[in-house]
């Protein structure tokens, strides 16, 4: 029993280090209209700074997707780590606009290296008979952390002074202490070759999975789509038009999103990944809808209810998404597969939070959001449609 124990509190301590480097990600998300008035710039400047993220964590599943099985969970996690400390350090330094974009790509970089070799390495921890427990330690340490982020953030810009300070002050100490930990874990890689044994690793789409991976890749793109809107304008749109004005509050909405993402993700275990799929698309629909109700009446409470809607119908979509064309994917092929859906996924983290950008300005942000709304909309149905048409099968080929 004691053994166990001690088990289970390496694979926690290594959730907890999970948690503090997604929340560095999120970090910045109430403090937008902050930096909008030291800096001056635009909306479109806000949605760029939020993009280059995802174009960090791209990068890395492109060049470096397999590098925690190459050179070991530690080792990616510490340079993990290490990127998330520069990003804080950017922040804490920023004097112009160039600070703030490499903090973000910082922070992608810091995401890309994290997210799977985190996952693995939580799961890798956990005693024999404890996969179900250690897959909702990792899923709820990565939409957990990334729901902390705004809501830490959001507190302390709120209540403690320095704003633009505090907040990255903490986190860099909170992500020292977790270099500490992870120096304190094992390793669980027992073959293990040097760095320049990693490769690039190439998106793959097999025939047979097409079928399969469509409406997967779709509903995923729509899910970050609304993330990326969530975590990059909805702080500017509540100050603007909900007159919100205390960042706590506006930390909160957003950590709502991703808490409920959290939930949605652990009820596809007990819906099943065949209708999790076409019911995360119709409760992401709802959830747009209601942001688009958000947009037109300028009610906080239509604002909340779109967060924890749209995100519970994130979080349905995405793990049977992800579930779903990983069974469909040949064994010598699935992780290029399921790399191939993320970047799909972390595209729309990037594009259509850019278009809302380019639209503010002519439109202004709550009719870029309706235009945004119109064409998620429009995908997810065409997702749902194709789902009523061939439903998704679970079974591995």
Not at 184 to 206: D, I, K, N, S
Not at 255 to 261: G, I, K, M, T
Not at 346 to 356: A, D, L, N
Request: hydrophobic residues 55%.
């Amino acid at each position: 029993m004691e053994g166990e124990r001690q088990t289970w509190l390496r694979c926690l301590l290594a959730g907890a280090v999970f948690v503090v480097c997604m929340a560095g990600t999120t970090l910045p998300t109430p403090l937008y209209p902050l930096y909008q008035e030291k800096f001056g710039f635009s909306e479109l400047t806000v949605t760029v700074v939020y993009a280059v993220y995802a174009f960090g964590v791209i990068g890395v599943l492109l060049l470096a997707g397999n590098a925690s099985d190459t050179i070991g969970r530690r080792p990616t996690l510490l340079w993990g780590l290490g990127f998330s400390a520069a990003s804080a350090i950017c922040f804490l330094g920023a004097d112009t606009v160039g600070w703030l974009y490499a903090g973000r790509l910082l922070s992608g970089l810091s995401a890309g290296l994290f997210t799977g070799a985190a996952t693995a390495y939580v799961m890798e921890l956990a005693p024999r008979g404890g996969a179900s427990r250690a897959t909702f330690v990792a899923t709820a340490a990565n939409m957990g952390g990334l729901g902390c982020g705004p809501l830490l953030a959001g507190l302390l810009a709120e209540y403690a002074p320095d704003p633009l300070v505090l907040p990255f002050a903490v986190h860099l100490a909170l992500v020292v202490l977790s270099a500490g930990v992870l120096l304190w874990l094992p390793e669980t890689v027992r073959e293990r070759r040097p760095l320049t044994a990693v490769r690039p690793q190439r998106p793959a789409l097999p025939a047979q999975v097409r079928a399969v991976f469509v409406p997967a890749a779709i509903a995923s793109f729509v899910g970050f789509a609304l993330f990326g809107v969530f975590t990059s304008v909805s702080p500017a749109f509540l100050a603007r038009f909900l007159h919100v004005e205390n960042h706590a509050v506006s930390g909160l909405v957003v950590a709502l999103a991703f808490f409920a993402s959290t939930a949605g993700q652990l009820a596809v275990g007990r819906v099943g990944v065949a209708r999790s799929l076409p019911l995360g698309c119709a409760v992401l629909f709802a959830g747009l809808a209601l942001l688009a109700v958000a947009l037109y009446t300028d009610l906080l409470v239509f604002v909340v209810l779109s967060a924890v809607v749209g995100g519970a119908g994130q979080g349905l979509a995405f793990r049977a998404a992800l579930s779903s064309v990983a069974a469909a994917a040949p064994a010598d092929q699935r992780a290029a597969v399921i790399s191939t859906l993320f970047v799909v996924a972390y595209t729309g983290i990037s594009i259509p939070v850019i278009g809302v950008g380019l639209l503010a300005d002519p439109l202004g942000l709550d009719r870029a959001g309706l235009v945004f709304i119109a064409c998620m909309l429009l995908l997810v149905a065409s997702a749902a449609a194709y789902l009523i048409r061939r439903p998704v099968r679970a079974e591995h080929p």
